[in-house]
Nanobody, 122 residues
């Protein structure tokens, strides 16, 4: 049974940093893993993804501020978020799939974590 557990969310001031972690169980590291975020009334959007081959994707809005890492030995994918802005406030979800048709589309991921709230506010 595949399980994803996110951690690391919280309240941070603009310009601050947070690291989100997604601990996976029930599958190997040969999965695509994505971080998505959602605010009320809007669609869930891809923030950053890492492919089973190590390729990475970043949304334009986070390019240069966020970095995704895969720690294969402990089956964890982390998202380092620097220079956070109020518009980064959202619930962040970790998702995994062995072969998503489109790796930046939430609908193509089969497995999801419960989400963690990130709030950027002074």
């Amino acid at each position: 049974q595949v399980q994803l557990v996110e951690s690391g969310g919280g309240l941070v001031q603009p310009g601050g940093s947070l690291t989100l972690s997604c601990a996976a169980s029930g599958f190997t590291s040969n999965y695509n893993v994505g971080w998505f975020r959602q605010v009320p009334g809007k669609e869930r959007e891809a923030v950053s993804c890492i492919s089973r081959y190590g390729g990475t994707y970043y949304a334009n809005s986070v390019e240069g501020r966020f970095t995704i890492f895969r720690y294969a030995t402990i089956n964890t994918v982390s998202l380092q978020m620097n220079n956070l802005k109020p518009e980064d406030t959202a619930v962040y979800y970790c998702a995994a799939d062995p072969r998503p048709k489109n790796w930046i589309k939430s609908r193509d991921y089969a497995y999801w974590g419960q989400g963690t709230q990130v709030t950027v506010s002074s």
